[in-house]
């Protein structure tokens, strides 16, 4: 049994169910190509407009997308969990560069293996390529309907809605601590820097955050909290 399969077996129940599924009829070269690498916490191991050479299966651990093109900015945007493939996206699309880079938020483990050597297999199972148009077609509709929000809210809720979004995306055991600046803030929400400060020391007011300078504390009392502000607003949230 080679190291991939091992720690296949190794994984939870639904996991391993999930891979089991998608590589039912790798051959065993595949398996043979993959390579086991940990990383640690706050490793970028995807830059986006780099040459997408290379495949990466998450089995254990915490990524985070981040968004990269707006000048002087950092903003997360989705985080993704135990069991994603990365770089599959851009093989579906026939992109030669990666679309998006990607950030380790806790030590993490992957199966790697060259882009080639991966679509030779990928391109011909049906099956594994079933099971990732699912993934992405469910990510494309979630951007979609989320655009959709931040046309509709008003700007003291989509503050709201850029805090509860951070706390989904950096918390880590129930409490998400992160530095994000008056410009980012407002460039992300998409509301002017007065309405940003006031509603920030309204809310920090009311207990619903804790802020050091611009950096803001959020626990898990504090998001459920903010999620209650936003039920005034929203029908249904996506967790």
Not at 128 to 152: F, I, N, P, S, T
Not at 166 to 177: D, E, F, K, L, W
Request: glycine share 6%; hydrophobic share 40%.
């Amino acid at each position: 049994m080679n190291e991939a399969i091992r720690q296949i077996k190794k994984l939870g129940t639904e996991e391993r169910a999930y891979l089991e599924t998608y590589f039912a009829d790798a051959p065993f070269w595949l398996m043979d190509a993959f390579q086991v690498v940990w990383m640690p916490k706050n490793r970028t191991f995807i830059t986006e407009g780099e040459a997408a050479e290379d495949i990466y299966i998450l089995l254990k651990g915490d990524v985070v997308a981040e968004e990269h093109r707006v000048k002087d900015m950092t903003y997360g945007f989705i985080r993704f969990h135990p069991i994603e493939v990365f770089g599959v996206m851009e093989l579906m699309l026939e992109k030669d560069e990666y679309q998006t880079t990607l950030v380790t938020t806790a030590e993490s483990v992957f199966l790697k293996t060259a882009r080639k050597t991966f679509q030779r297999w990928f391109e011909h199972d049906f099956q594994a390529y079933r099971m990732e148009c699912k993934k992405v077609g469910r990510y494309l509709l979630k951007q979609a309907r989320k655009d959709r929000l931040y046309v509709l809210l008003q700007g003291v809720e989509r503050i709201y809605l850029v805090l509860y979004k951070m706390y989904q995306a950096y918390a880590v055991n129930g409490t998400c601590s992160l530095y994000i600046s008056r410009k980012d803030f407002t460039e992300t929400a998409g509301v002017s820097e007065r309405t940003v400060t006031r509603t920030l020391k309204a809310l920090e007011e009311k207990g619903c955050i804790t802020r050091d300078g611009w950096r803001i504390l959020l626990t898990g009392e504090q998001y459920e909290m903010i999620r209650g502000l936003l039920e005034d607003k929203m029908y249904e949230f996506e967790e």
